[in-house]
């Protein structure tokens, strides 16, 4: 079945560590965004990448990082410069740039824990 | 810059009765409109989208929202709450010239639906 797999489902970290948040995705979508999802604010877009070896900064980029070497996978690193970066990490992609108006699929998501 | 107000925190409806779920948006230009459902622990799942044309769109699972242009408001329905509708429903909006790549969501209104 075709789908976006986000791991692991849980994941914890001591602060001041760097964290890499995995996502793979079969759907052959040209897009992938990471959104972070905290208690009562919605989901708030960290980066997006419409095709390989290119992305773009979201609304909270600060303290992560993205690469997208392969179309396929957009893995996340949650940095040690990330202030507050326990929360819900979710992955989504969506159908290439011709693609305007398709919805994003979503991954199951990855809960970060820092302490 | 674009914004999505989902009012109510909190939607609570007898099984079998009509349920609405509020969304307000703010947007330059036309709006692309989008609801997702999300259960617990999961990632968002698409349950439809307003583009153009009819103002009444219909979508997953029974579920129905209405654009309406002069009060800015993509609100959702159902005519018949299922105890398996209870989840957590976001709006989301995307102005059209970003063709639906920058969607920014709203806080999340979570519908309780008892037997």
């Known amino acids: 079945d075709g789908g976006i797999t986000q791991s692991p489902k849980y994941l914890f970290r001591k602060e001041g560590q760097n964290v890499t948040l995995s996502c793979e995705q079969n759907?052959?979508?040209?897009?992938m965004y990471w959104y972070r999802q905290d208690p009562g604010q919605g989901l708030r877009l960290i980066y997006y990448?419409?095709?390989?070896?290119?992305?773009q900064k979201g609304d909270i980029a600060e303290g992560y990082s993205v690469s997208r070497e392969k179309k396929e996978s957009f893995p996340l690193t949650v940095t040690s410069a990330q202030k507050n970066p326990t929360a819900f990490y979710l992955c989504?992609?969506?159908?290439?740039?011709?693609?305007?108006?398709?919805?994003?699929?979503f991954g199951n998501g990855t809960r970060l824990t820092v302490t | 810059a674009q914004s999505v107000a989902q009012p109510e925190d909190q939607v609570n409806v007898a099984e079998g009765n009509p349920l609405t779920v509020k969304c307000t948006y703010s947007v330059s230009g036309n709006p692309y409109l989008f609801w997702y459902v999300q259960y617990p622990n999961r990632g968002l799942q698409f349950l439809l989208k307003y583009i153009t044309g009819d103002n009444l769109v219909k979508g997953s699972y029974g579920f129905e929202a209405e654009f309406n242009k002069s009060q800015t408001s993509f609100h959702l329905k159902k005519p018949s709450a299922l105890v398996s509708d209870s989840a957590l429903y976001f709006c989301a909006v995307s102005p059209e010239e970003n063709a639906g790549n920058m969607l920014t969501f709203g806080g999340g209104t979570r519908l309780m639906v008892k037997p």
């Open positions: 989504a992609s969506r159908g290439g740039v011709q693609a305007i108006n398709s919805p994003l699929h």
């Open positions: 759907l052959n979508h040209d897009a």
């Open positions: 990448s419409q095709i390989v070896n290119d992305f």
